[in-house]
């Protein structure tokens, strides 16, 4: 799928993109243009065999037709990327027509569809939380198969756990060696005959030799964990499919508690002169759709960095994960219960996230100077060679911090006990008292079961 620049990273996406396109074509009067759009749609909701759907949409006459007038670098690009994604995804079909149960995507081996026996040596391109799962399911369910691991290296979170490190004590080169990793970016994946005609797949890696030639994993069984597409959730697919029909529009933002605490993300659907409101929470609030948070608008990447803040790498978990999760439903449900009696504070719908959550970027000014300093001007009574290389300042010596600005507020000492100080500088607890939680903070009364 082609990423970067104008990506389009799945079937659904290009289709989407080209009937945008036709649409704008069939305002301009251009012939065949609705009927091909109304082909495409019903195709793409019918599931059509993508060779079918390349065949009828010729890239020899529609590409050139759908490009017309549009900005050769920006979205003529992207329809270039479109076709790119529609023949990357007939190639993936005609793997799995040709290796039935060995090639995979990673959601299948984590539910447990497949056969771990159908191959004796996997590679899982994509070394992320689910990649890494992939592996250990494998390795456990199949006690003679081999796995190789390719792509970067795994999010900084999973060395903080105790299921990774003891996958590979298990499995890696201190264990029986069964599973090894590849570090490289993911390119294509090929396939190929073996000497029993059986279809395989090779990953080529590394920088080519002299000759042009690169290294190479070869494997019987393939499983692609190379992260999601963010589509629109699949009980939302229909009725964003009825608003499109209707020439309705969808947009979307991004929903916090009073606290600035994420709570999911909101879709409006209007259509008919009405306005239907959809909000999304759980693990999938986390995954904007491209096609209403498009990724020139850099929210997901805000979104993500928010969770890495909210959640460091060093807990061991990340901000889709099950206990953040169930923390988030918590906010959420204390937030819309506050908005439903009346508190128009209490849910507030942003297109970006709060300012409190970004991080300081630096600015060109301090980047170019820290890139390029100029020649120092001395001071007054100063030598170049001085301002260039001035002696360190003598260490000081840390001074106990002051006393909490609260000491009678139950673990308002907190803050102090990160900082270093002698033991007898140290504050100690205060003695436990009742705690009041703050004003619109309260814990929900009793009422409110499984389920509601």
């Known amino acids: 799928m082609p990423r970067g620049k104008f990506p389009v990273e799945s079937r659904g996406e290009a289709v989407r993109l080209i009937g945008e396109r036709l649409r704008e074509l069939e305002d301009q009067q251009v012939t065949g243009a609705r009927e091909m759009r109304e082909w495409l749609v019903q195709a793409e909701r019918g599931g059509t065999d993508t060779r079918t759907l390349l065949k009828t949409l010729d890239p020899s006459t529609w590409k050139a037709a759908l490009k017309n007038g549009l900005d050769p670098e920006g979205a003529a690009t992207r329809i270039d990327n479109c076709f790119t994604a529609l023949e990357s995804t007939q190639k993936w079909e005609a793997a799995r027509e040709a290796a039935p149960g060995r090639a995979l995507l990673g959601d299948e081996v984590a539910e447990n569809r497949f056969d771990p026996r159908a191959a004796q040596h996997w590679i899982i391109a994509g070394s992320g939380g689910t990649g890494v799962a992939n592996a250990e399911i494998i390795l456990r369910r199949h006690p003679e198969a081999r796995v190789t691991l390719v792509g970067a290296e795994p999010p900084p979170a999973l060395r ?13 080169e201190e264990g029986d060696g069964r599973l090894s990793f590849v570090r490289t970016r993911v390119d294509a994946i090929e396939t190929y005959q073996d000497e029993h005609g059986r279809t395989c797949f090779r990953v080529p890696h590394g920088e080519p030799d002299e000759a042009g030639n690169r290294k190479t994993v070869e494997a019987d069984g393939y499983v692609t964990s190379l992260g999601r597409t963010n589509p629109l959730p699949p009980a939302l697919q229909d009725l964003a499919n009825q608003v499109r029909d209707r020439g309705g529009e969808i947009s979307g ?13 909101g879709l409006t659907f209007s259509v008919d002169g009405r306005e239907h409101r959809v909000d999304v929470d759980g693990a999938a609030s986390w995954q904007l759709p491209r096609e209403v948070f498009p990724p020139e608008s850099g929210i997901q990447r805000q979104l993500n960095t928010m969770g890495v803040r909210g959640l460091p790498s060093e807990t061991g978990n990340a901000a889709p994960g099950f206990a953040p999760i169930a923390r988030q439903s918590a906010l959420r449900a204390r937030a819309v219960a506050a908005a439903q009696e009346g508190d128009v504070t209490a849910v507030q719908h942003r297109s970006t996230v709060p300012e409190r959550w970004r991080r300081p ?10 890139a390029s300093p100029e020649s120092p001007t001395p001071s007054p009574g100063r030598s170049v060679d001085a301002e260039r290389d001035p002696k360190p300042p003598a260490p000081q010596q840390p001074t106990a911090p002051k006393p909490a600005p609260a000491p009678n507020v139950p673990g308002s000492h907190l803050w102090q006990l990160g900082v270093p100080q002698s033991p007898a500088s140290r504050p100690s607890a205060p003695a436990q008292q009742p705690q009041q939680p703050p004003p619109g903070h309260e814990r929900p009364g009793p009422g409110i079961g499984m389920g509601d």
């Open 160 to 172: 903080h756990q105790v299921q990774y490190p003891n996958m590979l004590e298990v499995y890696g």
């Open 253 to 265: 933002d991004l929903m916090f508690d009073r606290d600035d605490q994420y709570i999911g993300y």
């Open 361 to 370: 970027e630096r600015g060109p000014e301090t980047t170019a100077s820290a």
